[in-house]
C-alpha cells in the first residue's frame, strides 16, 4: 500500500502543493494542507488525471489499511455531515423563534439517518433502565447494587447527544463524551490525525468522533440578532409563494419618469377603485391580470442606489426611462451602471414616442453599446415603446412587468414574521414617526414589536397607498406606519420580534454599535490599506468609477485599467463618464463599495462632503500611467499570500533516551543552519521522511532554548512521534510569504 502528503507528490510531479490540493477539488476530494496524507486510490486518481502514468515512490505500509478506509469514510461523512450541516443549520435559527418545529425536525433527522437512530435508541433504553432504577424501592436499589458490582464502575455515563460552538479542543470534546482524552486522541490517529488534547477540531472531526461512539452531535450556529441586515428567518421551499415584483423608475431628466410613474397609477389603480384617492406614501401597488406589482415612488437612481448603500436590495426591477426624442443622455448611463451594479434586470421604457422627431429605434442603437440590445435584434433586453403622456404602450410595459417578474420566480413566506425595507420616514406633526416600510418577507400586523435601525417601537396604524387603515401588509407591500420611537433612514431594514422586550435591548445594543462605528470609520475600499482589507474580507474584486475631462481619456483610463492582470484579482469598472465627479458618483461608490478614479477632473463640492462621509477613496490623476500603476499596486498586495516551505537546518540524532513521562528524547547535533523551537520537522531515516509534525520541546543542557545553531548539542522531543533512532536527520523548515509578481 501506498501513502503519499499532499507535498511529497507535488514534489515528485513537480508541481506545486497549492497545485495537487486544487487538482484534488476538482475530483471533490478536500484535505487539509500540504501535510495531509493522501490515499493509494487518490494518488490513482490524481495520476490518471494529470495524465501520468509512473507511479508513486512506494512508502511505509502498516498504518495505511485503516488510514485509507478511515479517509473513505470521512468522505461519505461528509457528503452526509454537510447534508446534516444544512439541516442543522436551518434547525438552529428556526428553533430559536420556533421551538416546536425544532422538536419534530429532530425526530425527522433521526429517522433519515438509520445509523445515529439505532445508536440512540440503545441509548435511550439505557436512560429508560436508569430512570426505572431510580424510582427507588430497596429492592430495586439492591439489584442496582448488584449490578454495580458486576459491571466495572464507569467515570461517566456518555450523553446521547451533544452540542457545540464553532469547534471544541480535544479536551473540549473528551469532557462532553466523558471519555478520557487519550482515548479520543487515539481514536483520531487511527483516523489519520495527529492531535495534542489543546488542539482545535473541525466539526467534519467531531462528528466522525461521535458518530463513532453514537452519540448524535448538533453544531449550535449563534446567530447575531442584533445583525438585522444580515439576520434572516430561513423559509421552508414549499412555504413560499410568488410575491409582487418591487419596480423603480429611472432615467435621465425630463424624460418622464414622473409622468410614466403617474399614468401607470392611473391607468391601473382608479381601475379597480372606486373614486381611488391615492395617496402619496413613497410607493404603490397596482393590480394587473389578477398580478400585483409595486412600484416605488421616488424615481432616480441615486434614491435607489443611496438605499442599496445602507445595504437594502429592494428594487427587483429597474425601468429605465428614455426619451424617444432626445436619445441617450449622461443620467440614462448613470442609471445603466446603478442597475447592473445592483444585478437587476431592466425594461426599456422609450417614452414620448408621440413627440414630432421622436425615433425609438435611435434609442434603441444608442443602447447596443451599453449591452442593452432588443431581442428582435439577437439580445434579450425588453424594449417597450409608450407615451407616458397619452397612456399609450401602458398596458405592454406592465404585462412586461410580469413576464420579467415571472422569470424571476419572486417569493416569500406571508407566514413568516416580517421583515423588509424603509422605504421613506419622516416626522409629522401629531402623528409622531410617520415610516412606510416595503414589507419584503411575511406578513406586518399590527401590534408587532420590531426593530429599524436603530429604533424600536410597536406598529399602532397602518395606512396603505390608497389612504386606507389595514391591519395587515403581506410580502412587497407598502405600508405607512406609526408607533416607533425614533424617525429611521430610507434604506433602514426592519425586523419584527415576538417579543418587544429582546426588541427593544436589540434596538439598544444597535444604537450603540452605531456609536461606536461613527467613531471609528467603517470598512470601504481604501488602496492604502486594501491589503489589510483583502485579508479581512476575502475581496476579489476591485471594483472602479472612471471620471475624465474627456472621453478620450475615460477611454483609455479604463481600458488600461482592464488591461491589468493579476491572477485572483479582477478590476470591474462599474461606471465611466465624462466630467467632474458628481454626488451621485459617490453615491454609487458607496454602495458599490468602489474606488473613484479621476484623471484631470476633480470632486464638485456635494460629491467632496459626501465622499467624506461615506469615506469614499478619491484618487486624482493628470498622467495615466501613474494612475494604473498606482492600481497595479494595491492590486498585487490584494493577493492571498502564498508561501513556500524553506528548510532552515538540520541536526543529526546521536543518541536517544527514552523517558516514561515525556516520550523519546533525541540527542541531537545541527549539523547545518538551526533548529528553532517553533519550525515545522520531519524526521528523515535513510534518506526517505518518516514523520513530519512538530517540535515539542527543544533544550540546550536543562534549560529551553529558542533556537539552537550549527555545530551545537540540544534534545528534541517531537509531538505524537516517539520512534526516533540514531543516525536519523531531523529537518527544520518554516513556511516563508513570498511575493508574487
Ligand atoms: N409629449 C410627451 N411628453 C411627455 C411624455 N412623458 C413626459 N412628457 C413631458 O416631459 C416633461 C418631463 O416629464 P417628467 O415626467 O417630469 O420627467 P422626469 O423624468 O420625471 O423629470 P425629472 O423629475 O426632472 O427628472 C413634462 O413636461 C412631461 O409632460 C410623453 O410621453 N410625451
Redo the contacts with the bound molecule.
Keep these: 500500500m501506498k501513502k503519499m502528503r499532499i507535498y511529497e507528490y507535488a514534489k515528485e510531479h513537480n508541481l506545486s502543493s497549492k497545485e495537487v490540493i486544487q487538482e484534488l477539488k476538482q475530483l471533490d476530494i478536500e484535505v487539509a494542507n500540504h501535510m495531509s496524507t493522501i490515499s493509494e486510490n487518490t494518488i490513482r486518481q490524481l495520476d490518471n488525471r494529470l495524465n501520468k502514468g509512473q507511479a508513486p515512490k512506494q512508502q511505509s505500509e502498516q498504518p495505511e489499511k485503516k488510514k485509507e478506509a478511515a479517509s473513505d469514510q470521512k468522505q461519505n461523512k461528509k457528503q452526509q455531515s454537510s447534508n446534516q450541516n444544512n439541516q442543522n443549520n436551518q434547525k438552529s435559527t428556526q428553533s430559536k423563534d420556533k421551538p416546536n418545529q425544532s422538536k419534530n425536525q429532530n425526530q425527522s433527522k433521526q429517522q433519515n439517518n438509520p445509523n445515529h437512530s439505532k445508536k440512540n435508541n440503545k441509548n435511550n433504553n439505557r436512560n429508560n433502565n436508569r430512570n426505572q432504577n431510580n424510582k427507588g424501592s430497596r429492592n430495586q436499589r439492591n439489584q442496582n447494587n448488584n449490578q454495580k458490582q458486576q459491571q466495572p464502575p464507569k467515570k461517566q455515563e456518555m450523553p446521547s447527544k451533544i452540542t457545540y460552538q464553532g469547534s471544541l479542543t480535544v479536551g473540549e470534546l473528551s469532557e462532553k463524551l466523558g471519555k478520557d482524552s487519550s482515548e479520543i486522541i487515539k481514536k483520531l490517529m487511527m483516523l489519520g490525525v495527529m492531535a495534542t488534547i489543546n488542539q482545535q477540531l473541525d466539526s467534519e472531526t467531531i462528528e466522525l468522533i461521535c458518530d463513532d461512539y453514537g452519540v448524535e452531535v448538533e453544531e449550535e450556529i449563534v446567530v447575531d440578532k442584533t445583525d438585522l441586515e444580515n439576520y434572516i428567518v430561513e423559509d421552508n421551499e414549499e412555504d413560499l409563494i410568488v410575491r409582487p415584483a418591487v419596480v423603480t423608475i429611472m ?13 401607470i397609477r392611473h391607468t391601473k389603480v382608479t381601475e379597480g377603485e372606486a373614486g381611488g384617492i391615492t395617496q402619496h406614501i413613497g410607493a404603490y401597488q397596482i393590480e394587473s391580470n389578477n398580478k400585483k406589482i409595486t412600484f416605488l415612488d421616488t ?2 437612481h441615486a434614491a435607489f442606489t443611496s438605499m442599496r448603500s445602507r445595504g437594502a436590495q429592494v428594487t427587483d426591477i429597474a425601468i429605465l ?1 428614455v ?1 424617444a ?1 432626445d436619445g441617450v443622455m449622461p ?1 440614462t448611463v448613470e442609471a445603466i451602471n446603478h442597475a447592473k451594479a445592483a444585478e437587476v434586470p431592466i425594461i426599456i421604457a422609450v ?5 414630432e422627431g421622436a425615433d425609438p429605434s435611435r434609442v434603441m442603437q444608442e443602447l447596443t453599446e451599453y449591452e442593452l440590445v432588443p431581442e428582435d435584434w439577437g439580445g434579450d433586453t425588453i424594449f417597450v415603446p ?5 397612456g ?1 404602450g401602458i398596458d405592454d410595459l406592465v404585462e412586461m412587468i410580469n413576464l420579467v417578474a415571472e422569470v424571476e420566480e419572486l417569493k416569500a413566506n406571508p407566514e413568516q414574521t416580517a421583515s423588509g425595507t424603509v422605504i421613506e420616514a419622516q416626522l409629522e406633526k401629531g402623528r409622531g414617526s410617520v415610516a412606510t416600510f416595503l414589507v419584503q418577507n411575511g406578513t406586518l400586523k399590527i401590534g408587532d414589536s420590531l426593530v429599524v435601525g436603530t429604533t424600536y417601537g410597536r406598529v399602532r396604524a397602518m395606512v396603505n397607498d390608497l389612504g386606507k387603515r389595514v391591519t395587515e401588509a403581506g410580502p412587497s407591500t407598502p405600508v405607512e406606519v406609526t408607533g416607533l420611537n425614533g424617525v429611521p433612514h430610507a434604506g433602514d431594514r426592519f425586523v419584527v420580534f415576538t417579543d418587544e422586550k429582546q426588541a427593544k435591548q436589540i434596538a439598544d445594543l444597535r444604537s450603540q454599535k452605531q456609536v461606536e462605528e461613527d467613531r471609528g470609520s467603517s470598512a470601504k475600499v481604501n488602496l492604502d490599506d486594501l491589503f489589510e482589507q483583502i485579508k479581512q474580507g476575502e475581496m476579489k474584486e476591485i471594483n472602479v468609477i472612471v471620471k475624465a475631462d474627456v472621453q478620450g481619456s475615460v477611454e483609455a483610463v479604463a481600458a488600461s485599467l482592464q488591461k491589468i492582470e493579476v491572477e485572483g484579482v479582477n478590476i470591474k469598472i462599474i461606471h465611466t463618464g465624462v466630467g467632474a465627479i458628481t454626488e451621485s458618483d459617490i453615491i454609487l461608490a458607496a454602495a458599490s463599495n468602489a474606488v473613484v478614479i479621476g484623471f484631470n477632473v476633480r470632486p464638485d463640492g456635494n460629491a467632496k462632503r459626501t465622499a467624506e462621509t461615506e469615506n469614499i477613496d478619491i484618487r486624482l490623476h493628470r498622467v495615466i500611467y501613474k494612475a494604473i500603476e498606482e492600481i497595479e499596486a494595491a492590486m498585487k498586495g490584494m493577493l492571498d499570500p502564498e508561501y513556500e516551505e524553506k528548510v532552515i537546518g538540520q541536526a543529526e540524532v546521536r543518541e536517544t533516551f527514552k523517558v516514561s513521562k515525556i516520550g523519546t528524547i533525541a540527542g541531537s547535533y545541527v549539523i547545518e543552519g538551526k533548529i528553532s523551537r517553533n519550525a515545522g520537522v520531519r524526521i528523515i531515516r535513510n534518506g526517505v521522511v518518516q514523520f513530519e509534525g512538530e517540535i515539542d520541546t527543544l533544550k540546550r543542557f536543562k534549560d529551553d532554548a529558542k533556537e539552537v545553531q550549527t555545530n551545537y548539542e540540544c534534545g528534541i522531543t517531537i509531538k505524537n512521534f516517539n520512534d526516533i533512532k540514531e543516525g536519523d536527520i531531523i529537518e527544520a523548515f518554516v513556511m516563508e510569504e513570498i511575493e508574487r509578481t
Design positions: 432615467g435621465h431628466v425630463d424624460h418622464g419618469k414622473t409622468t410614466l410613474l403617474d399614468s424615481p432616480g426611462v426619451a426624442d443620467q417614452n414620448k414616442i408621440d413627440k409608450l407615451s407616458a403622456l397619452q399609450e
